[in-house]
């Protein structure tokens, strides 16, 4: 079930004993208020999604999204869910020429631009914000030919009421790191080893699960290059 940011933490006060001394909820335990486990609850998300961006970032991916494209504007905002600036694709169609808008990523390169040149971009930084930068300068102002596929962030769970959109398949392994990291001040309690250890089977079994995903309309297995992996617990 997609359980909302509320629900997760009554599941964990619960299953962790971190009510009040009069069962309360609301109030929490003195050695672990809700507000902490709510941040607990985030940090695992994080995790969670970044695993799944390094093994099956498809899951996330959004799009086409278009670009309102300004004559003589070279740089345009990313989109506000954006996960660590990952674009998967950008697409220009006019509606008689189309073809996908290549990434420079080689600096020199943008010495040799010309005005008449296919579109290419860059991420940039500019001091306040990192944005898509567009070469050469637009010469068309334009909201429909420039479409961005992009991979997002997972929800950020903020209020009481937003529902966490991590794979249903993968929500115990949330809720077992989130029980783990929100005992993490009680090193003796027997419940914080053993969500631990559920902690580490589930991460294992959901790498093990995405490394096996199948892209759509293709016959091979996707085997990404995962050497660099050592599930560890933190």
Known sequence: MAYTLLQMCEIVQK????????????TGSRRVEPADIK???GEVVKIVQAHIHNLYADYFQVGPIALNVIAGTAEYALPASIYLNK??????????????????????????VEAADDYRYMIIDNGTAQR?????TPRETTATFFTLWFYRRAKALTLDADIMDIPDEFEDTVLSGSKYRALMKEINNPLR??????YGEGLALMIETLKKRFPDKQGEQ???????YEVSVA
């Open 39 to 41: 941040r607990k609850i």
């Open 193 to 198: 080893q053993m969500y631990k250890d559920e």
């Open 15 to 26: 299953d962790c004993d971190l009510q009040s001394s009069t069962g309360s909820l609301t």
């Open 87 to 112: 674009v998967r694709r950008f697409f220009y169609n006019n509606g008689s020429l189309k073809y996908t808008i290549d990434r420079i990523t080689d600096i020199d390169d943008t010495q040799d």
């Open 132 to 136: 898509i930068r567009i070469y050469p």
């Open 222 to 228: 996707i085997e990404p290059d995962t050497s660099f």
